[in-house]
Nanobody, 127 residues
Framework: QVQLVESGGGLVQAGDSLRLSCAAS????????MGWFRQAPGKEREFVGG????????RYADSVKGRFTISRVNAKNTVYLQMNSLKPEDTAVYYC????????????????????WGQGTQVTVSS
């Protein structure tokens, strides 16, 4: 089992940048592909991006491609979401999630593939 704690959310203006962190504890962090999801009020939780177990493969939703970057430092048990050029429509609660994945280069965008979730961190982008 792994525990996940997100941090770094806040209130920013459109065009600003923000970096979210997700710290993991428990089982070996490198056993998990990691994903970031978000949920806006009244909407379903959606995939933002993900990174493979060793960080060699990343995958992004079209809505954030070119603006958001996911990275991980396995030695620190941490995954990051760098968000640039933020837009009001990026406003949501952001969650990190862990997918116990045997394949080193696999990243899934399917919410139900993820086994563990953090509590979420609020990101609000004002116009």
């Amino acid at each position: 089992q792994v525990q996940l704690v997100e941090s770094g959310g806040g209130l920013v203006q459109a065009g600003d940048s923000l970096r979210l962190s997700c710290a993991a504890s428990g089982r070996t962090f490198s056993s998990y592909a990691m994903g970031w999801f978000r949920q806006a009020p009244g909407k379903e939780r959606e995939f933002v991006g993900g990174i493979s177990r060793i960080g060699s493969v990343t995958r992004y939703a079209d809505s954030v491609k070119g603006r958001f970057t996911i990275s991980r430092v396995n030695a620190k048990n941490t995954v990051y979401l760098q968000m640039n050029s933020l837009k009001p429509e990026d406003t949501a609660v952001y969650y990190c999630a862990a997918n116990e994945e045997r394949r080193s280069f696999s990243v899934t965008s399917t919410l139900t593939d993820y086994d563990y979730w953090g509590q979420g961190t609020q990101v609000t982008v004002s116009s």
